[in-house]
C-alpha cells in the first residue's frame, strides 16, 4: 500500500534559519504530494503540491521539488520566521480511477524560537 | 466567507453514548471526507463521499457511520463511544474543477474524549 515518512520532530530553530523536513513516499501508481500545514487550534490547510516528477511547489517561501528517482518531496525554506511555527504534513494521493484517498506522513512540529 | 465549519468544537462522552458530528461546507464542493488524528499517527480517513447520497469507507471506519444527505452536508456518526475513539475528528472538502481538485479544506476540528 502507499505510504508516506517524514522525519520526525520537534525541530526547534532559531529565526532566520534554513529549514528541511524530509520526505519520502512509496505508491503503487504515480501519485500526486502535497504539504499542509497545521497552525495551533486550526485544522490542515495546503501549502504546496507537485503532480509530476520534477515539479516544484512553492509558496510563502517554502518550496519542495517531485523527486520521482528518489521517491522524494523535502519541504525547504531559506529563513523561518516565528510565524511559520506549526506542524507540518507530507502527504500523497495516488493516480488512477476512484483514487480520493490523501496518505499522510505522521507530521513536524516545527517551533521556531525569536 | 466560511468555508468547512464543524460543530460541536469539543465533547465528552461516556462509554457507550452516542453522538453525531456534523460538517457543513458552502463551497459546492463534491467530495467530503472524515479523518481523525492521534498523536504519533497523522490523520487517518474514517469515511468518505463524493456526492450527495454516497459514501464509502476509509482506512478506519469500524465503530463509524456517515451519511450524506444534503451535498453540503456530511455527518458521523457513533452508535456506542469507545475509548479508543477519544481523538480529535476534521471534516474536509474538495471540488472537482481542474482548479479545485486535488485541494481539501479542512475544517477546525472537534475534540473528542470518550470516558
Known amino acids: 500500500g502507499d505510504s508516506v515518512t517524514q522525519m520526525e520532530g520537534p525541530v526547534t530553530l532559531s529565526e532566520e534559519a534554513f529549514l528541511t523536513i524530509n520526505c519520502t513516499y512509496t505508491?503503487?501508481?504515480?501519485?500526486?504530494l502535497f504539504w499542509y500545514v497545521q497552525y495551533p487550534g486550526e485544522g490542515l490547510q495546503l501549502l504546496l503540491k507537485?503532480?509530476?516528477?520534477?515539479d516544484k511547489g512553492s509558496n510563502k517561501g517554502f518550496e519542495a521539488t517531485y523527486r520521482k528517482e528518489t521517491t522524494s518531496f523535502h519541504l525547504e525554506k531559506g529563513s523561518v520566521q516565528v510565524s511559520d511555527s506549526a506542524v507540518y504534513f507530507c502527504?500523497?494521493?495516488?493516480?488512477?480511477?476512484?483514487?480520493?484517498?490523501?496518505?499522510f506522513g505522521k507530521g513536524t512540529k516545527l517551533s521556531v524560537i525569536p | 466567507n466560511a468555508g468547512v465549519t464543524q460543530t460541536p468544537k469539543f465533547r465528552v462522552l461516556k462509554t457507550g453514548q452516542s453522538m453525531t458530528l456534523l460538517c457543513a461546507q458552502d463551497?459546492?464542493?463534491?467530495?467530503m471526507y472524515w479523518y481523525r488524528q492521534d498523536p504519533g499517527m497523522g490523520l487517518r480517513l474514517i469515511h468518505y463521499?463524493?456526492?450527495?447520497?454516497?459514501?464509502a469507507k476509509g482506512e478506519v471506519p469500524d465503530g463509524y457511520n456517515v451519511s450524506r444527505l444534503k451535498k453540503q452536508n456530511f455527518l458521523l456518526g457513533l452508535e456506542s463511544a469507545a475509548p479508543s475513539q477519544t481523538s480529535v475528528y476534521f471534516c474536509?472538502?474538495?471540488?472537482?474543477?481542474?482548479?479545485?481538485?486535488?485541494?481539501?479544506?479542512f475544517g477546525a476540528g472537534t475534540r473528542l474524549s470518550v470516558l
Open positions: 463551497m459546492n464542493h463534491e467530495y
Open positions: 474536509a472538502s474538495e471540488g472537482t474543477t481542474a482548479r479545485a481538485k486535488n485541494i481539501q479544506y
Open positions: 502527504a500523497l494521493r495516488d493516480s488512477g480511477a476512484g483514487s480520493y484517498q490523501l496518505t
Open positions: 505508491a503503487t501508481g504515480y501519485p500526486s
Open positions: 507537485a503532480t509530476k516528477a520534477d
Open positions: 463521499s463524493v456526492g450527495e447520497g454516497t459514501t
